[in-house]
Nanobody, 126 residues
Framework: QVQLVESGGGLVQPGGSLKLSCAAS????????VAWFRQTPGKGREGVSC????????YYSDSAKGRFTISRDHARNTVYLQMNNLKPEDTAMYYC???????????????????WGQGTQVTVSW
C-alpha cells in the first residue's frame, strides 16, 4: 500500500527557510515520480516541483525556480523540498504526490498523481 507522510511545515518569517519531507512507503522513490503541490483556500492547486523516478530529473514551477530545491534520499525513501527566501505568497498547505508513470514529470503541474499525502502547513508571516 502506497503511503506518503509530509512533515517539516511551520511558521517562518519572510526570507526564511524550511525543509519539507515526504516519507514514502509501499514503493521506492527511485522508481516513482514524486511531486510537491500546494493549495490555499480559494485558490486552485499549484504544482511546485517534481523529481522523476528513473534519472532523478527535477522540474520546477516559475515561482519555485531559484528558491526551492527538490531532492531524494534512497536509503530513507524520502523526498525533500528545501525552500529558501520564503515569501508570504508561499503560504499554503503543501502536499506530496507519487505516481509510477515515468511521463508524468514532464507535465507534472497538470497531471493526476495516483497517491497523495495529508499535507503540511507552511505559513510565511511576520
Amino acid at each position: 500500500q502506497v503511503q506518503l507522510v509530509e512533515s517539516g511545515g511551520g511558521l517562518v518569517q519572510p526570507g526564511g527557510s524550511l525543509k519539507l519531507s515526504c516519507a514514502a512507503s509501499g514503493f521506492s522513490v527511485a522508481s516513482y515520480a514524486v511531486a510537491w503541490f500546494r493549495q490555499t483556500p480559494g485558490k486552485g492547486r499549484e504544482g511546485v516541483s517534481c523529481i522523476s523516478g528513473d534519472y532523478g530529473n527535477t522540474y520546477y514551477s516559475d515561482s519555485a525556480k531559484g528558491r526551492f530545491t527538490i531532492s531524494r534520499d534512497h536509503a530513507r525513501n524520502t523526498v525533500y523540498l528545501q525552500m529558501n527566501n520564503l515569501k508570504p505568497e508561499d503560504t499554503a498547505m503543501y502536499y506530496c504526490a507519487a505516481d509510477p508513470d515515468p511521463l508524468l514529470p514532464l507535465q507534472f503541474a497538470h497531471a493526476n498523481f495516483a497517491s497523495w499525502g495529508q499535507g503540511t502547513q507552511v505559513t510565511v508571516s511576520w
